[in-house]
């Protein structure tokens, strides 16, 4: 048996990705490989905090769940109460095919969030006003600069994101009610197909 998968990027830079089946292993030991991994941009002008600048982001799929990281420069962190400037790791799903220009669904992380009783994080749903999506079972841990997040694929299906545009980004909440959030670092997948391509070789 043979398993494929495909991977494409035009001369704007625009990224088409498929995220094949495969075995994902989920474990704080010694962190996961993902199949599709993008570099991004180092712009050493652009004056990020390096807790907060991107430098990769990678996909996996299992079947069951799907499985993110994020790369940051520095270190992965919560930032800082006082003043407040809170860490946040974000990836939007869009849908592809429908001209919609907010995200369906959000994964948002911030470990500062429950002790600042800050807005909820984890698989948020854009149209029931960022509510969490709680049959989504995300979880989350870090290691050094790396981010793992990972949430049921069955939640994805329900909106029909087989295909979607994913946008990872960082920022910084600075104010809780009325929410506040000034963009740190943008990167973004283009058309990310969740595939199990594969033939019989006989």
Known sequence: KVSFFFTAMDDAQ???????????VWTTENGANYPVVIQDENRPTRIIPNDLDLISESIGYDGDYVYLNFVVE????AGTVAPMAINIYS??????????????YV???AQLAPTLNFP??????????????????????SKRNYLYARFKKSVL?????????????????????????????????????FVDRSFDVK
């Open 157 to 193: 299906d329900e909106k029909k994101l087989d295909r979607a545009i994913l946008v990872f980004g960082t920022a910084l909440g600075t104010e809780c009610k009325p929410l506040n959030l000034q963009a740190a670092d943008i990167s973004s997948y283009i058309n990310v197909a």
């Open 91 to 104: 990836v939007g799903f869009y849908q592809t095919l429908i001209s919609r220009t907010i995200p369906v």
């Open 74 to 77: 520095g270190e992965i962190s």
């Open 14 to 24: 625009n990224y088409y990705a498929d995220v094949p089946k495969q075995k994902i």
């Open 120 to 141: 909820v994080t984890g698989l948020l749903d854009v149209d029931k006003d960022y509510d969490e999506v709680k049959t989504a079972d995300t979880s989350y841990y």
């Open 107 to 109: 994964l948002e992380h």
